[in-house]
């Protein structure tokens, strides 16, 4: 299917999926770019309301104190009242959401109402390379520019290029920390993962452990290209256990 011919099929949801350090993020504005429709991200809807004060940002904060997850009926209706809004009209990226089964069901009856095909990329990192990744990390805490030790080290070892401040490692960057939001990733992932492979609904496996952002991403276009009018692919790169953390 050419790119025209891509972007005249629409509307589209393309879900995205990866864990922690996998380049969802960037892969997702890629998709913007390319096909000119919105990323949609729950935690940003779920952050903008309670800077804003609204009732649902306040319900919402009064939850996340108490340690309570945000209920899915809630979340379920942020996305509904999104995904009905003009600009998403031609489809729209779905980040972040769904994170559970209930969500995911409800997701599907929300594309069925509104004619929208969808289209499920899911990331696959090796979780070793992730720890590599993010272990490298080091950010400037003046400016805020990030660095790699590995694939954007500072012209100065441990110095930020732009003002000469020490360069830290944050919180979540941590190995300890970084083992523990994957661990979670899995064991809140999986369930969905697997509720779309066995649902029938378009699912691709993309391996993005070791090329750069831009070659992953084209891989993602062909998916795309090929993939509205394909069979949704059945070999998974790992299932639940495989490429185990190294301890």
Known sequence: ???????????IAVIMFGSPGSGKGTQSKYLVAWLGIPQISTGDMLRDH????????QSIRALMRSGTLVPDELVNKLVEDRITQPDCGRGFILDGYPRTTAQ???MMRLLARAGAGEVVIHLVVDYNIIIS???GRRVCPKCGTLYNA?????????ICDLDGEALVIREDDR???VRERLTQYDAQTWPVIEYFRNSGARLFDVDASKDRPEVVFGRIQKLLEG??????KDDPLRTPGEGALAQ
Do not use: F, Y
């Open 175 to 177: 190995e300890e920390v």
């Open 104 to 106: 995911a069901k409800e």
């Open 150 to 158: 590995v694939s954007r080290p500072p012209k100065t070892e441990g």
């Open 1 to 11: 299917m050419a790119d025209a011919e891509l972007k005249a099929s629409l509307p």
């Open 133 to 135: 990744r993010m272990n």
């Open 227 to 232: 993939g509205l009018s394909a069979t949704r």
């Open 50 to 57: 309670i800077r804003r004060g609204t009732e649902i940002g």
